[in-house]
């Protein structure tokens, strides 16, 4: 069942639980977590990035689509990440049914123009806006990481989010509160700010989105579940199962040419990560909650 952000993220927002944003670069990602959530009866968001549609091309927006249409599922469509007017308005024409505008790096004022400017566009054909206040952190040097972050973490402050969301009337808001994206280095401990989190949560009345949720301790995302988020992104988790099952097959010494021999036992792997997610965000079972 296809839904829009702001509707599938309202009854996370209402019985206080978290829906999975899973990035799905490819084919293979996109089913697994379609097969996953179907089996959990989980609501999904199937986060695509500026880059991964360019790779994959906009034909493959038409696959998302069936799957979508195909399952009672609720899900979304939904463009991460996106950076300019050019990209929110591919994404729009080839049938995402939310985006995202990231202007974090642009000042306070500039964030809320063009976040307003993309609004406009969106909102009268029923695509939801998603709006980033504050930075991501960035745990890698090159720039070949897919999602970049800042160098330095900028908090969201309260008082900034409230006025933020009401002066663009974003349907929901990504907030820095200590994630990075990327997997984090070893020895490296992440600590989220929940009494902060919390500040937000109850003066901002929109579901409220986590990114660089990866590699993050359990227990500090379940925390922050409880405490209000209504959305987690999650990307290098389920692509480093996946590619290092993937670099243990190719090892073996029987020579696999084929893609379904291939990645089978890749598909398992990335499989139980994304179950993994779908039980620590309270998500699984929350489709008897969908009028359908």
Do not use: W
Not at 15 to 22: D, E, G, I, L, T
Not at 28 to 53: D, G, S
Request: glycine residues 6%; contains cysteine.
């Amino acid at each position: 069942m296809l839904l829009n952000m702001k509707d599938l993220l309202a009854v996370a927002n209402e019985k206080n639980f978290a829906v999975p944003a899973f990035n799905i670069g490819t084919g293979q990602i996109l089913n697994a977590v379609v097969e996953c959530c179907e089996e959990k009866q989980a609501p999904v968001i199937l986060a695509i990035h500026p880059n991964e549609l360019e790779f994959q091309g906009d034909s493959f927006i038409e696959m998302c689509k069936d799957k979508a249409n195909k399952t009672r599922v609720p899900m979304c469509i939904h463009l991460d990440h996106g950076e300019t007017m050019e990209q929110v308005q591919r994404a729009i024409r080839c049938g995402f049914t939310s985006v995202m505008i990231d202007a974090s790096s642009k000042s306070f004022e500039d964030n809320i123009s063009i976040t307003k400017e993309v609004i406009k566009v969106a909102h009268p054909l029923g695509v939801s806006v998603e709006a980033e206040l504050g930075t991501i952190g960035d745990i890698k040097e090159d720039s070949g990481n897919r999602e970049i972050g800042a160098k330095e973490i900028v908090f969201t402050q309260p008082e900034d989010a409230k006025k933020f969301v009401e002066e663009t009337e974003c349907d929901t808001l990504a907030i820095a509160i200590g994630t990075a994206h990327g997997i984090y280095p070893k020895n490296f401990v992440p600590h989220l700010e929940q009494e902060l989190l919390t500040e937000i949560k109850n003066i901002v009345s929109i579901p409220l989105v986590l990114h660089g949720g990866s590699a993050n301790p359990d227990l500090e995302i379940a925390e922050a579940v409880k405490r209000g988020v209504n959305k987690i992104n999650i990307s290098s988790d389920i692509k480093d199962a996946f590619y290092q099952q993937t670099r243990k097959t190719l090892a073996d010494d029987v020579v696999i040419r084929e893609p379904f021999d291939l990645y089978v036992d890749s598909i398992a792997a990335m499989k139980k990560v994304v179950n993994q997610k779908i039980d620590l965000f309270d998500d699984a079972d929350k489709m008897k909650y969908y009028k359908l």
